[in-house]
């Protein structure tokens, strides 16, 4: 089944400590994106990827990092995680461009205490 | 920045009942799609709109872009509470912008 995998679904931690959320697709698709859903203020954009290696900031990009070492995957990463960054995450992938739609995964709800 | 408002933001109807959810622009936009959530999942696409003035059926769903491809609507008819979820319209094609979003609910 063509899909992108998150994990993990549901993350509760603390400040400060480290966390990484996982994002994979099996569908060859270039193109992936991370994004964080609030209340009011929908969907923003975190960083993309249009290639392995390849990554840019969106519109919210501080406080996290991304990687893009193998086409499949592309991990969202918080160095030092803040109560602000308590949110609801979806992974993204597109075949080459996001004109043609996004394929979302499940989401992961992280809170940070 | 190219911005997408949706109206209603919230909307509330028996089952049976005809809907129209609308998205619009300042701007142009290459192509727009439609996506629906439901609660605590992630967003699913509907459709892809990409020439002014096409319209595209899914089932009881229509979908039309306007003319100047700054706008769009999506209209359900005989609602089902099945339809209900937050529908997002989203345009753009190098990188996206999402609309603000429509609570749908449909009360048997």
């Known amino acids: 089944e063509a899909q992108v995998t998150q994990n993990p679904r549901y993350l509760i931690t603390v400040t400060g400590k480290k966390l990484t959320v996982t994002c994979s697709q099996n569908?060859?698709?270039?193109?992936m994106s991370w994004y964080r859903q609030d209340p009011g203020l929908g969907l923003r954009q975190i960083y993309y990827?249009?290639?392995?290696?390849?990554?840019d900031k969106g519109d919210v990009p501080e406080g996290y990092k991304v990687s893009r070492k193998e086409k499949r995957n592309f991990p969202l990463i918080l160095e030092s995680p803040s109560p602000n960054q308590t949110s609801l995450y979806f992974c993204?992938?597109?075949?080459?461009?996001?004109?043609?739609?996004?394929?979302f995964g499940s989401g992961t709800r992280l809170t940070v205490v | 920045t190219q911005l997408l408002e949706q109206s209603p933001q919230f909307l509330s109807i028996q089952e049976g009942e005809n809907l129209t959810v609308y998205c619009n622009s300042s701007?142009?936009?290459?192509?727009l799609q439609w996506y629906r959530q439901e609660p605590g999942e992630g967003p699913v696409l509907l459709v892809t709109?990409?020439?002014?003035?096409e319209v595209k059926k899914l089932k009881r769903l229509t979908f039309q872009f306007g003319d100047a491809r700054k706008d769009s609507s999506l209209h359900i008819t005989a609602a089902q509470p099945g339809d209900t979820g937050l529908y997002l319209c989203a345009g753009g094609f190098q990188k996206l912008v999402f609309g603000t979003g429509t609570r749908l609910l449909v009360s048997p």
């Open positions: 990827s249009m290639n392995v290696e390849v990554t």
């Open positions: 701007s142009v936009f290459s192509s």
């Open positions: 709109v990409v020439t002014g003035g």
């Open positions: 993204a992938s597109s075949l080459f461009s996001v004109g043609y739609g996004y394929t």
């Open positions: 569908m060859n698709h270039e193109y």
